[in-house]
């Protein structure tokens, strides 16, 4: 049996397109999530891999919606296997039901995972490149100096519950208790 794989990040991502490619595809059954690729438990996966019987085949549009790490790619690919079953990626042209399919496999799966490397690597010299010009990335602080200072006043001469400063403030308690 063929068998379909779908999977999107986030909650309001279509997967209309990956389940129409599957179907094209010869999916007979497919199984999707919309949870990221890095949780280590996603429900439909899990579901499709218990199912699964010698001689199946699970096919994804892009071999990123079934791992987002090459050692989980490599974990599930190994997983199919041993179950007797195969592996199809469609945009890659992946079939590890041949010896070719696996070599050319295990090829792409260690260039993604280099790219995603490089990104991050990229990611991190950036955001030291724009700290050293005196960037400082994250959240705008909740209160002013000049606020801080009065939430202080407020709290210590006016002795006002931080409760009632939070409100003024439209900040938590615990912003004041920081303050």
Same mark, same amino acid.
């Given at each position: 049996?063929?068998?379909?794989? @779908?999977?999107?990040?986030?909650?309001?991502?279509?997967?209309?397109?990956?389940?129409?490619?599957?179907? #094209?595809? &010869?999916?007979?059954?497919?199984?999707?999530?919309?949870?990221?690729?890095?949780?280590?438990?996603?429900?439909?996966?899990?579901?499709?891999?218990?199912?699964?019987?010698?001689?199946?085949?699970?096919?994804?549009?892009?071999?990123?919606?079934? #791992?987002?790490?090459?050692?989980?790619?490599?974990?599930?690919?190994?997983?199919?296997?041993?179950?007797?079953?195969?592996?199809?990626?469609?945009?890659?042209?992946?079939?590890?039901?041949?010896?070719?399919? =696996?070599?050319?496999?295990?090829?792409?799966?260690?260039?993604?995972?280099?790219?995603? *490397?490089?990104?991050? *690597?990229?990611?991190? *010299?950036?955001?030291? @490149?724009?700290?050293?010009? &005196? =960037?400082?990335?994250?959240?705008?602080?909740?209160?002013?100096?000049?606020?801080?200072? *009065?939430? =202080?006043?407020?709290?210590?001469?006016?002795?006002?519950?931080?409760?009632?400063?939070?409100?003024?403030?439209?900040?938590?308690?615990?912003?004041? =208790?920081?303050?």
């Amino acid at each position: 049996m063929i068998i379909g794989y @779908a999977r999107v990040s986030t909650e309001d991502q279509n997967l209309d397109g990956q389940i129409d490619a599957l179907k #094209a595809a &010869g999916a007979e059954r497919i199984f999707a999530d919309k949870i990221t690729g890095t949780a280590r438990s996603r429900p439909e996966l899990d579901r499709l891999l218990d199912q699964l019987r010698q001689g199946d085949v699970i096919i994804v549009t892009k071999y990123d919606r079934l #791992a987002r790490s090459l050692r989980d790619l490599l974990d599930i690919v190994d997983t199919i296997q041993a179950q007797g079953a195969g592996f199809r990626s469609l945009a890659e042209d992946i079939d590890t039901t041949t010896p070719s399919g =696996r070599l050319v496999f295990h090829v792409f799966a260690s260039i993604a995972q280099f790219e995603r *490397e490089r990104i991050s *690597e990229r990611t991190k *010299e950036g955001l030291e @490149a724009a700290r050293k010009r &005196g =960037r400082v990335g994250g959240r705008p602080p909740a209160l002013s100096a000049a606020q801080k200072v *009065e939430v =202080r006043r407020m709290r210590d001469d006016e002795l006002r519950p931080l409760s009632e400063i939070a409100q003024l403030f439209r900040i938590s308690a615990k912003t004041v =208790r920081r303050a």
